[in-house]
């Protein structure tokens, strides 16, 4: 900046801003200049420690936001539009010595000035700027008057406050015992004035002495909490400790403001201890608990049971950024990427196929819905999977056997209806075969034997049939009896048996004939399968108190479509197949009390696993 000499119109002088900041803070008096808009644009160091102002950062911050309550001449809270600055911007009009009183709410204390105001740049009737000067009030008359009017102005706003406010003086005896509080619980302020913290907080008095002796050596506040009990029930107390200075700088004793929080704290406990008892209950829950926040699209949290479902660490979600959605199966992504790439508004549900690490595929069932904040926008998403992979199954497995309990009572009627009719024409042919040549009667004969075969098959799908022998029975010379039944079969289609029996089966309860059926339709599928030859391994063990067979062959596969409707009527993997025969061996199965179940790869092959059950008695 250049100073520019009027009666010549020469510069005299060039003052940087570093010169300026420097006479200004050689002035005795608080000097600050602020905007029409009441930003403040320059100000001194005495103004700053006099209005309680941090020297750094506070030039281009507005005058209002200042953190110190102005008091009129009777002691009573200044309006900000009726701060002697504001009045000079609007008027234009100059303000010479009024008496403000400053309180400095951190600090805890006030003092009197006599401010004046001077408008600068002058825009029609308002001032663009104004200077604002402060000066400590001088004599002694007016300092007592201004001490006692702040005095009382001190008792009464203390008096009105719901919280405690409280002095001590060095040796942390009461001085001072204000609030409304006090009278709220019919406790009498009286009884604290001239006894100390010792007398007053007996067992408590450790706590507070200390933090009050910190604060008389330090000279810095602090903040306490502390808490007692009574009546069975617990109470809660926060307290701000300041030091009371003179105006050298010397502490001479205590401010306080305690407050009762008992209230809060117990919603505080209550809280937490709902959240522990939300917590325990989802680490420890099968279903997965989950919630993601909307603007960064991060799960926030992810409950245990999710290694269990997905088979994947938690880490992969927080660290890997893998989604759910990374997880579903490709099939199902079309379905619901919609809702997984949205915000829900409302609460929904879909169930959808995941893939885990492993390949296995688990069927889940995702409920989720919004979280507001309190402007009423969406915050959070929250949710809930669970896994549905056997109820999925449970249904299916209902829904065949729904199909597999009409079909059976079809079959028995339709049996009946062609068995009467089939031993007539047997006995017929019977009567009549020395008139026909012996080739052909043969030829009819076993073709019936075929049809009466085929609708034995049809009656195994309806109820079991009470006349129905079990005796014990060794399954490995099942397999062996069956193997040599259709070994040529094998040899026609280059196929070779490898198998796996274990010695120490115990003999399982069943009826021969049907267990050798079901080994019959297994094992010839298998080598049909296998039409490039290959081997078809045959392997027993017990498994849990059940006997554990395996037929596992070289074959093309099934798809996975195929492979869930496989026992489903009328089904069937091959070109010209009607699903009888798996059919009548599920039925088989079923009626042994026992399970058969199917998986498969494609051009690896098909593995056929039958548990059926042992006694003990039989081991």
Known sequence: MKLIDESTGTGSAYYTAENIKNLFNAVASGVLILSSSAVIEHINSAAC??????????????????????????????????????????????????????????????HWYVVSTMPVCMDKESARQVVVTINPITGRGKIEEALRKSEEKFRSLVTSMEDTVFTLDKDLIHTGMYGKWMKKHKVNPDIYIGRSVREMFGHLKAGHEKVCSEVLTTGKSRFFEWGRSGDG????????ISPLKTS???????????????????????????????????????DVFWMRDTATENYIYLSPSFEKVWGRNVRDIFEK???????????????????????????????????????????????????????????RVAGIVEDITDLRDKEELLRKSDKLAVVGELAAGIA?????????????????????????SEIILSELDRIESIINEFLILAKPHTDMVYK????????????????????????????????????????????????INVIKNAIEAMASGGTLKIKTSLHKEQVCLTIQDEGVGISEERLNRLGEPFYSNKEKGIGLGLMVSLKIIENHKGMISFSSKLNKGTTVTILLPVSKQAR
């Open 416 to 440: 009946h209806e062609i068995r009467n009719p089939l031993t007539s024409i047997k006995g017929f042919i019977q009567l009549i075969k020395p008139d026909i040549s012996r080739h052909v």
């Open 49 to 110: 420690q006099m209005l309680g102002l941090s020297n750094a950062k506070v030039e281009g911050c507005s005058y209002k936001q200042a953190k110190f309550i102005a008091l009129d001449e009777t002691g009573s809270p200044l309006d900000f539009n009726n701060y002697p600055s504001q009045i000079t911007l609007r008027t234009g009009q100059a303000i010479k010595d009024r008496i403000i009183g400053i309180v400095l709410s951190e600090k805890m204390s006030y």
């Open 472 to 519: 014990w029975n060794d399954i490995n010379q099942f397999i062996r009896q069956t193997i040599v039944l259709l070994d040529s079969e094998a040899n026609l289609n280059n196929v070779q048996f490898k198998t796996c029996l274990s010695d120490d089966l115990p003999l399982v309860r069943s009826e021969g004939n049907q267990i050798k059926q079901v080994l």
């Open 321 to 379: 950024r893998i989604t759910f959605y990374d997880t579903v199966y490709p099939e199902d992504m079309d379905r619901i990427s919609g809702t997984f790439e949205s915000v829900p508004e409302t609460e929904y549900e879909i169930e959808y196929r995941i893939v885990r690490p492993d390949n296995e595929l688990r069927w889940v069932r995702s409920r989720a819905f919004p979280i507001y904040d309190e402007q009423g926008n969406i915050w």
């Open 248 to 286: 050298d700088g010397n502490v001479y004793g205590i401010v306080g403001v305690s407050r009762d929080v008992t209230e809060q704290k117990r919603m505080e406990l209550g809280l937490l201890e709902s959240e522990e008892r939300f917590r325990q209950f989802a680490e420890n829950a099968n």
């Open 233 to 240: 029930k617990s109470f809660y107390y926060q307290a701000m």
